[in-house]
């Protein structure tokens, strides 16, 4: 009884239309394929100043673009392309570098590791609502629905309600299905 109860409440809070959002946390809309995925091959980034695609290790790239390259290759399911994008920021231990490290563990299925990067990312940065949206999905597809349950109530808590993190949390355990974004 207290499931259905909460999937109403949860449910009720927010329309549908806002859990469109991307991986970066403020986007609203899934990451646009650029030249990084449509002609760039493997670990390699469009560089828009050489107009030509780079090894991201080797390249004057600056985090952001790094960040977005990494957020498109993870949606275009290159999990392995984005780790390798990851490798090449500048500050691995930074929380944002740490939830993405997370998100694709957990795309590939690997999610005590994913959890262990979430739960550094959230140790660095307690509000870092993304890595606990994240996590709860992780959650939610492990079948723990109440510890997906207190990382949304700590979303909530820390400012949250009403941004993707807290509706796309709340829509997974709501609905059992998580985002590839």
Same mark, same amino acid.
């Given at each position: 009884?207290? #499931?259905?109860?909460l999937?109403?409440?949860?449910s009720?809070?927010?329309?549908a239309?806002?859990? =469109? ?35 991201p ?6 985090p952001?673009?790094l ?39 957990r ?11 979430y ?12 890595a #606990? ?21 700590e ?12 509706? =796309? ?13």
């Amino acid at each position: 009884m207290y #499931r259905p109860l909460l999937s109403l409440a949860l449910s009720s809070l927010l329309p549908a239309a806002a859990i =469109a959002a991307g991986m970066g946390g403020s986007s609203t809309t899934p990451p646009k394929p650029t030249a990084t995925t449509k002609t760039c091959t493997g670990a390699q980034v469009w560089d828009p100043k050489t107009e030509t695609c780079v090894d991201p290790k080797h390249s004057a790239l600056d985090p952001e673009t790094l960040y977005g390259a990494v957020r498109e290759l993870a949606y275009a399911g290159r999990y392995e392309d984005a780790q390798s994008v990851l490798r090449a920021m500048p500050d691995p231990r930074d929380d944002r570098v740490l939830t993405y490290w997370g998100f694709t563990h957990r795309k590939l299925g690997h999610l005590t590791l994913a959890q262990m990067f979430y739960d550094e990312a959230i140790a660095r940065n307690p509000d870092n609502l993304l890595a #606990r949206s994240y996590l709860g999905q992780g959650l939610v597809e492990a079948g723990d629905t109440d510890a997906a349950i207190a990382q949304w109530r700590e979303i909530t808590a820390r400012g949250g309600a009403g941004s993707w993190p807290e509706t =796309a949390l709340r829509e997974a355990i709501r609905t059992g299905m998580t985002f590839s974004y």
